[in-house]
């Protein structure tokens, strides 16, 4: 079924689609110190702490403008004077995390593994051993370039045990993929306020250890982005210190009564495997073939390789596509001939179904009417 | 008149009320790399430009988070290492500035001139004349906690002879008192998307000169904040370099739209003249007495004594507004016993005068009955 085009579903990596409910919230003017939005600001902060079962032990600071900011808030903020983060990256995502450590000027080293599996825990056990100097960890959750899920248990391992901080980018899959600081040991994670938390985008979030937030008074180089002044302020006042977007705060709160009404993380990632298990089965009818290993694939969004057919056009399939309601979205350049459909959102299976029917109007409109036999995964 | 308090009009210093044309186009998803989407950011950074009269000498630059990101963004960009920011402060928002530059470890002095009247120049002149390393200048245009408005052309004239880069922050006068970069020598002025451009809060702007942008490469000591690389991307791509908050920056360039039809800045600023006219005339024919002597005030916001007469609350007047969908705002600390009533936003002479009945009808349910005469001027 085709949607209205003037109002489409986004099947990216975000931004995503938020419900009709949470944007509504956005059609009223809020006072940002009135008791109604206090009650807001409150209500998200300590609904993300519990989403991590950190009641008592961590603290949920908000970063108006996007995760990017959280990111590098958490690095400026939680790497002292004299630190050295070690940065993981196999994709896009973790070299933004590079990027921000030398734009803040903070020592840093650097893991690099190959895109389409896994980080392990091998290279990560060898730095620590070879280079004392480091004194955080900083990993990306979900790579949402390719949509590997990097396994986090193993790293906070090794940081636990070497006395290290770890950080998490956890902005693609917070709110999905649980993360639990009962048996996870970890000093940041960042989310944004989009995604699978599935508020409208504005607001980077790092809900922080406290022990490690305490320690961090006077390390960051940023105003704005001081993750110790911001958390001090709220907690004083129950206020932003700086005009917030008051608007994509509102949609926030909005967004994790939703959450919770799913039944959390649990409820999310189930319909968002249902989500992916539509898409993977109804591409790979029409032949299309996955990127990245089932066994190592999150259910957030998925990478196909284009046909190899001389009437296919990504550009074809993306305006079919968006004729008919459906935004998908172009891979990474550093993945050439690729694209990505996302599974996050406020995206149903049905939906799914909806755009593999899209899927297969547009490809019969290129041309594109054999593709094959179904690759093996 | 009373309105619904459910959805109050906002007669604050900011966040603002915003036309509900403005909001409702948030009421839908949109994907950040899409054609219409980037129409619009075109259009809004074409607009601010066209708005001081630089085309072709200037940029626009969003800055999701809020103008004092933007702020932040133009220090750490445009003050080179080895230079030295002079700057003004008269209020809250001058001392924010001057926290930034501690933040940022950007070697700065502060001229600090009395609350209630304008900078004059004399200070800066001696100041530019006794210190050479100075190489920046900063000032707030309209400072919002007290409602004064600080002169631009003598400071600008000053830096233009002197050879000094001047920056203005004009988070809360932009879009309603004219800023002419063809007679005004600056080097970028800050904005908020809310306050007089009538945006939803959540993106500053700033709106930069060429020739001194061009000279910022790797200044930026934040990734986030860097506006030389925010322009590159942006004039390379049309798109913003990480996910902005799409409903925020579609409902500015809505709200550019509606300033464009009212008639630009001069129109804008007719307006909040007639709001200003009818709340200082209604206040005073109530008893109330303004802190700001008229020849200084902007029509942004004014602040106002609490009277003295023992019946009155500012609580209990906020409360009583509140109930009848009006939300004013406490003064600043510094400024004790006042109150603060904005004239910004989507508001209009009509709506000034159904608020003064709601604060008559306040003042009455207090048992404030007799404030005396109106204060002369």
Redesign the interface.
Known sequence: MARDP?????L?P?????S?TT??V???????G?VEFLDDIAFARSYLVALIHGQDRYTAIPV??????AN?AAI?TLVPPGGKVLIHSNGVYGD?LI??A????VPHAVIRTAPFTPATPEPFADALMTDPAITHVMVVHCETSTGILNPLEPIADLCRRAGKGFLIDAVASFGAIGIDARTLHFDAVML?S?KCMQG???VGWAVVRLGALGAAKGN???????LWEQDQYLERTGLFR???????VAAFAQACREHEAEGGAPGRLARYQRNWRRLIDGMRQMGFTTVVPDAFASPIVATFHNPDHKAFSFQALFEGM?RRGF?I?PGRLALENTFRIGCM?AVTEADIADAMEAVAETMQEMGVTELGRPAAS
């Open positions: 003037t109002n489409p579903l986004l990216t975000g931004p995503v689609s938020v009709a944007k509504a956005m059609m009223v003017d809020r006072p940002s009135d108006p403008g996007s995760a990017t900011y590098e400026t933004r990027e921000i030398s734009h803040l000027q944004s989009n409208v985008p504005g960051s180089r940023s105003l704005t982005l001081d700086y005009t917030p977007p008051t608007q994509v968006k935004i979205f959102g």
